[in-house]
């Protein structure tokens, strides 16, 4: 599967962005769908995953309550909305798809997933 990350920019500390992860290729729906982070020095961290057929998600603890993830298995798209943004939600967000059974959990550890979309920067300035 191929990822096309896009939606990422500048905004001020408060606002709100919605990201895109888009997929080529088939069987979508046979991928658990994740967002990670990594900021300049910092090691890359989730932010959100959604189960292969979006019934189970996860956040990252500093996102929790601010950010929701969703995805449209039709569409073959991962979306990532971030509202109340911070200065510390600066960073280039990556997406990432696993390729699981259908009850596997959510995996917050960015090796258990085999590919990766090219990142979109995210800055929020204050």
């Known amino acids: 599967v191929q990822l096309q990350a896009s939606g990422g920019g500048l905004v001020q500390a408060g606002g709100s962005l919605r990201l895109s992860c888009a997929a080529s290729?088939?069987?979508?729906?046979?991928?658990?769908m994740a967002w990670f982070r990594q900021a300049p020095g910092e090691e890359r961290e989730i932010v959100a995953g959604?189960?292969?057929?979006?019934?189970?998600?996860i956040y990252g603890d500093s996102v929790k309550g601010r950010f929701t993830i969703s995805r449209d298995n039709d569409k073959k798209t991962v979306y990532p909305q971030m509202n109340s943004l911070k200065p510390e939600d600066t960073a280039v967000y990556y997406c990432?798809?696993?390729?699981?059974?259908?009850?596997?959990?959510?995996?917050?550890?960015?090796?258990?997933?085999?590919?990766w979309g090219q990142g979109t920067q995210v800055t929020v300035s204050s």
């Open positions: 959604i189960s292969r057929s979006g019934g189970r998600m």
């Open positions: 290729g088939p069987s979508f729906n046979r991928y658990t």
């Open positions: 990432a798809a696993d390729h699981t059974i259908l009850s596997a959990p959510v995996s917050t550890t960015p090796a258990n997933y085999e590919y």
